[in-house]
């Protein structure tokens, strides 16, 4: 026989409050909406996107605005692993130059001692990348909030210092020269990449691959353990997620995607020095998943789009167009703290 | 041989002791209630039990594991089919209501970061599965948390709230279920409901420990209740018995 309790039938429960309040606040932001819209695009509209973004460099002709383009597709890169330590996991990451500059001496170091393909480099960084963000992972373990800024903070500086006074490998604040263009093909047929469109296939095509492992992740059982520790590290333990295992695989992913950034950044600027890393690129960094939404993928993208191209776009106003920028930003995290497409995140008052 | 047997259980708290040689057995399929006044060591019971406090003494076991328990990590015991709720509800409140759910299965599941990479196809069927299992447990409570669950987990109402918790360790599959105060906040009429659906799951072959200081709701759930007082065994039988016990009368009320 089949219980049946009068009660289920009445949703008097499920109508109170609470469940309402979820659907308003969604209905209130056109932004998340548009999000959540974009996410819901069919295949051919996705495809319209990409078809879009190759017909970039036909359309733009000047070099200048190619070069800010692709700028902004590797920090789109870059911010997206970023993402998944501070996005995802919740972990609060001010070291991801680190990581950059891994990949990014990697390529330049085996590239101009060792003659290697700059194809080859690139999981060569990533290995290395993925071991360093391993190494960050371990400390961070044991420390949380504020702490662990302040350790990742410091990783940050060792890296750049390494870089900076290591003259036997990276040549200290000379910097490592005339790092050779990508090649494609063999022996005779050889397309050397060097032009600014062909930079920017390259950067599209890491960009999609970046975006591909995101929401792959982020839907999948890493994804979902990495968001519970972002909710409740305690809980999540008692769950059956073995934090030291995830909390290390979340670092590990970023850094492998923020060192894939950095071989690029090697082959396009054919130069690098430890100025390229410094503490403030961690924070220019830090700051496009902040303004696009934490743990949203659209939001960093946007956000990187804004972060790079905006100050390119007060040029004229020279040295006032870090101003400009700066009280964007402060009015940003004022009117809407949770970024642009960021959901408004629940926070209890209180932690046991 | 008891389901769940624990041997002399020691905790302490600087030079608080919780947990005071402290002794049960739970068997197969069984409901236990376990009552006593406040800061008698019921709920740090269960958080030496699911590995959140480590233990200073004793030792559990629990079905066929010949290992001690308290040797092991937080996470791995839910992995045994020990799963618990929390006293002071916390759900993972950003997430929605099935998210919620399919982490209380992460025990049952494998997919790893290269399986999701290239999508495989064994992954996807997994997370299928796993969705599917989860929609299985919320049925257990009618409609609720089913007519909610794309809606995130802070916006649902307080006894919604406990229900997840309570769906959330259902999903591990578990052998044994770790209840504390399911019906905090809940009116008469849904401890009732949900002292049923408790039942119905003891039904499927889940033991259960439930802590709870609504005496009506242990009276209709438990064939057997302990009384604990400054974390040791003062008194175990059947409700009647255990409630008219002079040691359990002064433990709450306290000596003449």
């Known amino acids: 026989m089949k219980l049946v309790n009068p009660k289920d039938k009445t949703k008097l429960d499920d109508l109170a409050g609470g469940s309402q309040a979820g659907t308003q606040e969604r209905k209130q932001n056109p932004l998340v909406r548009m999000a959540e819209l974009f996410a819901r695009f069919k295949w051919h509209l996705k495809l319209l996107i990409v078809f879009a973004c190759l017909m970039i460099p036909l359309v733009v002709s000047s070099n200048y605005a190619m070069r800010i383009i692709i700028y902004i597709g590797l920090y789109i890169v870059l911010a997206l692993g970023l993402n998944v330590v501070m996005g995802f996991t919740g972990l609060l990451n001010i070291g991801h130059a680190a990581f950059y500059a891994v990949g990014a001496y990697t390529t330049a170091i085996l590239m101009v001692k060792y003659g290697m393909s700059f194809w080859l480099t690139i999981p060569v960084g990533m290995f290395f990348g993925v071991l360093l963000g391993i190494v960050l992972g371990f400390p961070t373990l044991r420390v949380r909030d504020d702490y662990l800024a302040i350790v990742t903070l410091g990783f940050g500086q060792i890296v750049y210092i390494t870089a900076n006074n290591w003259m036997g490998l990276t040549r200290g604040p000379r910097g490592i020269p005339g790092i050779p263009a990508p090649r494609l093909g063999f022996s005779d047929f050889q397309i050397v990449l060097e032009s600014y469109p062909a930079y920017y296939y390259l950067i599209l095509l890491f960009v999609f691959i970046t975006i591909y492992a995101c929401v792959r992740i982020k839907d999948s059982r890493v994804g979902l353990a990495w968001m519970a520790i972002r909710e409740d590290e305690d809980v999540a333990a008692v769950m059956g997620i073995n934090l030291v295992y995830y909390k290390t695989m979340a670092f590990g992913f970023s850094a492998a995607l923020g060192a894939l950034a950095g071989s690029f950044f090697a082959v396009f600027q054919s130069f690098v020095s430890p100025n390229s890393f410094t503490i403030l690129e961690s924070v220019i960094i830090i700051t496009i998943p902040i303004l696009g939404g934490l743990g949203s993928i659209p939001g960093t993208i946007i956000g990187a789009i804004i972060m790079i191209g905006g100050p390119e776009l007060f040029r004229a106003a020279s040295e006032y167009r870090m101003v400009i920028m700066g009280a964007f930003m402060v009015i940003m995290m004022i009117v809407r703290p949770q970024g642009l497409f960021g959901k408004k995140l629940y926070q209890p008052t209180y932690k046991i | ?256």
């Open chain 2, 1 to 256: 041989m008891a389901q769940l047997s624990v041997r002399s259980l020691i905790k302490r708290f600087d030079g608080l002791t919780a947990l005071n040689n402290f002794n049960l057995d739970v068997d197969e399929g069984e409901i236990v209630g376990l009552i006593g006044p406040n800061g008698s060591g019921k709920t740090t019971f269960f958080n030496v039990l699911s590995g959140i406090y480590p233990a200073d003494g004793g030792e559990v076991f629990f079905d066929n594991h010949s290992e001690n328990l308290l040797k092991l990590k937080t996470h791995q015991i839910i992995g045994l089919g020990i799963a618990r709720t929390f006293q002071i509800q916390r759900p993972f409140n950003n997430l929605s209501v099935l998210e919620n759910l399919m982490i209380g299965g992460h025990c049952r599941t494998q997919a790893g970061l290269f399986s999701a990479l290239i999508n495989l196809a064994s992954a996807r069927k997994e997370r299928e599965q796993l969705k599917a299992h989860a929609r299985e447990v919320m049925a257990l409570f009618g409609n609720r948390l089913r007519s909610v669950e794309m809606n995130p987990a802070w916006t649902l109402s307080y006894a919604n709230r406990r229900r997840l918790e309570i769906a959330r360790a259902l999903v591990s599959d578990g052998k044994l279920l770790l209840i504390d105060e399911p019906t905090a906040g809940m009116n008469p009429a849904e401890s009732l409901q949900l002292a049923q659906t408790i039942q119905a799951i003891n039904k499927k072959g889940m033991a259960v420990l439930v802590i709870e200081h609504d005496m009506k709701f242990i009276k209709k759930l438990c064939p057997r209740v302990v009384a604990l007082d400054y974390g040791q065994k003062i008194v175990e039988g059947t409700y009647a018995e255990v409630r008219s016990h002079p040691k359990v009368i002064e433990a709450y009320l306290g000596r003449d």
